[in-house]
């Protein structure tokens, strides 16, 4: 189970309830379980202060410390050991002189990307490699993607986009689709569909096969699009384009991702 303490408050406990320490310029000696074991230490205004990542890897923790929101994610060994020998393929749809559908000057080639890099920092945060097709606004052929996906030898693969339909004005929810000789594909899209409604508090747009889509087509693992909301509907866009709303489809991608990944489909 993933758990998300404060430095100075694990610290104190790891310091106070398991642990044995005498102070010293060059480290600290923790004794835990009978064992003993240096620890790096830094002394400032006569207060001994342990790196939090020393002293919880220490004890059995992994640590994975987000730069952007400053937070350290500690899990244990075991999850984040069976999690990092994933390799997860994100995709977001379109970049460069393929934009995508545009509305209101919003281009849907920039909401993909910053939904796929939400999302791609809370799966790294769990420990599972991520590989984005892109990580800017470039170029990319359809059949590069998934030969990316295939040369990373991506255990998944999932294309994100947003949607637009000319027939309802006021459509708005989470569509995903996979490819109809994939059953593996099939499965991932209902999940991912499911996880991002949940999430996002979305409506539900359903699952479709897409014997059309290329990047479906031509994936060598199972694969689903994520189509996060409708850019022609002007209350969705306005959604879409909150850094909120963008989080909260990209934890329900997330979710959806390590679901499946952890069997639990």
Known sequence: M??????????????????QVAGSR?????????QDTAI???TEDGRTM????????????????????????????????????????????????A?????Q???????NLSIAQKAAAVLRREGVAVVMTRTGDSDLSLYARTDLARRR??????????????ANPDAMGVYTAYHPDSAEGRALAD??????????????????????????????????????GFMSTPAELALLCSEDYQQRIAQGIADGVLTYLRGEK
Do not use: K, Q
């Not at 934009?99 to 509305?103: D, H, L, M, N, S």
């Not at 000057?105 to 909401?111: I, K, N, P, T």
């Open 2 to 19: 993933r758990r998300l303490i404060p430095l100075f408050l694990l610290t104190a406990l790891l310091l106070a309830l398991t642990a």
């Open 153 to 166: 030898s991506a255990d998944l693969f999932v294309s994100i986009h947003c949607n637009v339909s000319t």
């Open 191 to 228: 999940t991912l569909r499911g996880a991002v409604m949940a999430a996002a508090d979305a409506p539900d747009m359903g699952v479709e096969e897409r014997p059309d889509l290329a990047v479906l087509r031509t994936a060598a693992m199972p694969a689903a699009l994520v189509e996060c």
């Open 40 to 42: 790096p230490a830094y």
């Open 105 to 111: 000057g919003v281009r849907e080639s920039a909401l």
């Open 26 to 34: 060059a480290g600290v000696s923790v004794v835990l379980n009978g």
């Open 50 to 97: 342990v790196p939090l990542r020393d002293i919880a890897e220490a004890l059995g923790f992994t640590v994975v410390w987000d730069e952007d929101t400053r937070t350290a994610y500690l899990s244990d060994g075991a999850e984040a050991a069976a999690l990092s020998a994933y390799t997860v393929v994100l995709d977001p749809g379109h970049g460069g002189s």
């Open 99 to 103: 934009t995508g559908a545009e509305y």
